[in-house]
């Protein structure tokens, strides 16, 4: 939800600071893996128990993962592998944030937050492959859903800067999988019927 309201408004917000990027020779694949690189940082953040500079280091992350299409469209560099890069970067970030969660849950013997990061991770990962396959049937899924990336940067910058991590992936775990089974019934709505 949040992704289709800054993809309308991102040329106003972010449009500024892209010329800016572009003009000093930034490109989009690297604000694609300097977004990447800060989500793996921010991993090891949580795991060394610096979870509010976790907190906003994932928001930074979420920042540079907006900026890289802006990027892209300032310097008249959109892609389609650029899009590819950008979905699977976004993919390994969100995979190390996760473990650093999971490692911490693990070293603290807390069971409840280890099984919500696993069904949080499961219904991002089941989303986006369901996006994927649909658009192999030709069905486009990107604005159907409750949670986006944007949503799950939020909620889990939330979780960290507040220390209520347990109930940031309860909601998580529920809007991950949520927003998988809304694309499913898109995509099962308007699959093609064989004759």
């Known amino acids: 939800m949040l992704s289709r309201w800054l993809r309308r408004w991102s040329p106003r917000i972010l449009g500024p600071l ?9 490109s989009p694949n690297q604000a694609t893996l300097a977004g990447l690189a800060a989500a793996w940082i921010s991993g090891a953040l949580i795991v060394m ?21 802006e990027l892209a469209r ?9 899009a590819f890069l950008d979905s699977v970067a976004d993919h390994y970030g969100d995979v190390a944030i996760y473990l650093g969660i999971a490692w911490v849950g693990i070293a603290d013997g807390e069971p409840f937050l280890v099984f919500f990061v696993l069904l949080a991770m499961f219904g991002s990962i089941a989303g986006s492959h369901i996006r994927s396959r649909a658009g192999m049937l030709g069905i486009e899924t990107k604005d159907v859903g409750l949670f986006t990336r944007a949503e799950r940067i939020l909620v889990l910058a939330f979780g960290l800067l507040t220390g209520l991590l347990v109930p940031a992936l309860v909601v998580l775990a529920v ?15 308007r699959a093609p019927r064989e004759s």
């Open 18 to 26: 892209a010329a800016a990027l572009a003009r000093l020779g930034v």
């Open 49 to 69: 128990d610096r979870s509010i500079l976790a907190g906003v280091v994932i928001l930074a992350s979420g920042l540079l993962d907006a900026i890289d299409g």
């Open 74 to 82: 300032a310097r008249g560099r959109e892609t389609p592998l650029g």
């Open 175 to 189: 809007g991950n999988n949520l927003t998988a089974l809304q694309r499913l019934a898109h995509v099962i709505l």
